[in-house]
Each structure stands twice: as structure tokens, then as C-alpha cells.
């Protein structure tokens, strides 16, 4: 699953006119039902791994100390609803990077599959039984090229739709909350008898 805008929100700062990732963890607010979500999945026999973009560091709006604390703070905040993290990989990269080390072109950044494959390949998952879940076409793209079933979290619009015909990118499924994505996951698992993604 996708990070931000799916675990946690996702913020408007004024200044800057955009919607953008915590940069602190002060900023970090769960998503409600999120948690339950996670745990209702994880007593299903799934494990849970976050795959996100998170150019932040790259971008030189946090160092990677916050970085590592926004970190601390996601997996605080799930535990304390009794969700737990199975893993989470994260690209840190980003082509128009102004901090040189993590200016790249690479792999990991979605909508390349390359952390996708990464979690199965490191984690020994089933990657035509796994699900990514997003909020963005990035996040469905890389699922479809890393080989699994994707969910998109979204409310459609025409933009949106005229977009994923242009791009030919289509999601397994749609979904408009983490909950109605548990629903599709749990569904689809019931009718080809998947024990694990």
C-alpha cells in the first residue's frame, strides 16, 4: 500500500499552494478506519508493507533524521490502534533533486515496479495475490507492472477517467476508502481460496 493520502492525510500547505506529504511528525494524522482496516487484513493473513515514493529528503524540505521520525511516528500511531506494519520500503529518490546523492533515475520510483518487487521478492510474497493500493495512477501503474491486483482509492471524475484511457492505465479495482478497499481484498481472496498475498 501507498503511504500518504492512504495511511495518513495529506496537507495543504497555504504558502506554497499544494497538497503535499507531513514534513514533520507532528503533521502526521491516521486516516480513520485505517486502522482497523490493517488489523482486519492482517487477521486475514496478509501481510502489510507500505511502498512509497518520498522525495522529501531529496527535495531538501526535511532531513533524513525527520525523515526517520515520521517514520517512528506512522508506526506509533497504528500500533496504538493495534495495527502493526509488516514492512515498508520507501524511494528516496527524485530526478530534479537539489540534495546530488538521491538525484536518480531510478527503479524504485513508482510508477516503476521496482519496490513492488523488491517487498515480494525480500518478503516471499505471492505477486499475482497481492493487492497495492493507491491513491494515484503512479501507484496503479506500478501494481499492474509489478503483476498484482491494484485498488485505487479515488473519487472518479471526468479528468480522472479521461486520464486512465489516455495513459491505459486501469486499477483491479476502485475504491473510495481504505474500508471499501478491505472489502474488495477480502472478497477477492474468498473466491480464489488466497491464503496470503
Not at 515514493?53 to 506512522?74: C, D, H, V, W, Y
Not at 493495534?82 to 520510483?109: N, T, W
Not at 523488491?118 to 516471499?124: D, L, M, Y
Not at 503483476?147 to 473519487?155: Q, S, V
Amino acid at each position: 500500500m501507498d503511504r500518504d493520502g492512504i495511511v495518513n492525510q495529506l496537507l495543504y500547505f497555504a504558502e506554497q499552494g499544494r497538497i503535499d506529504t507531513p514534513l514533520n511528525p507532528q503533521q502526521f494524522q491516521l486516516i480513520p478506519g485505517v486502522g482497523q482496516g490493517i488489523k482486519t487484513l492482517s487477521s486475514a493473513g496478509f501481510q502489510i508493507v507500505i511502498v512509497s515514493n518520498q522525495p522529501g529528503i531529496a527535495k531538501g524540505q526535511l532531513s533524513r533524521g525527520t525523515f526517520e521520525s515520521i517514520r517512528q511516528e506512522t508506526r506509533h500511531q497504528l500500533e496504538a490502534e493495534g495495527a502493526l506494519l509488516d514492512g515498508e520500503y520507501y524511494c528516496l529518490h527524485h530526478p530534479q533533486a537539489v540534495v546530488s546523492e538521491y538525484r536518480e533515475k531510478c527503479d524504485c520510483r513508482k510508477p516503476k515496479p521496482g519496490l513492488i518487487l523488491q517487498a515480494a521478492g525480500e518478503r516471499s510474497l505471492d505477486i499475482e495475490s497481492s493487492f497495492m493500493v493507491g491513491d494515484g495512477l503512479t501507484d496503479v501503474e506500478a501494481g499492474n507492472k509489478a503483476g498484482c491486483h491494484t485498488i485505487l482509492i479515488a473519487h472518479l471524475s471526468s479528468l480522472l477517467t479521461e486520464t486512465m484511457e489516455r495513459k491505459r492505465i486501469h486499477p483491479t479495482y476502485l475504491a473510495e476508502d481504505f474500508s471499501e478497499a478491505v472489502g474488495l481484498i477480502l472478497g477477492h481472496k474468498s473466491t480464489i481460496g488466497v491464503d496470503r498475498p
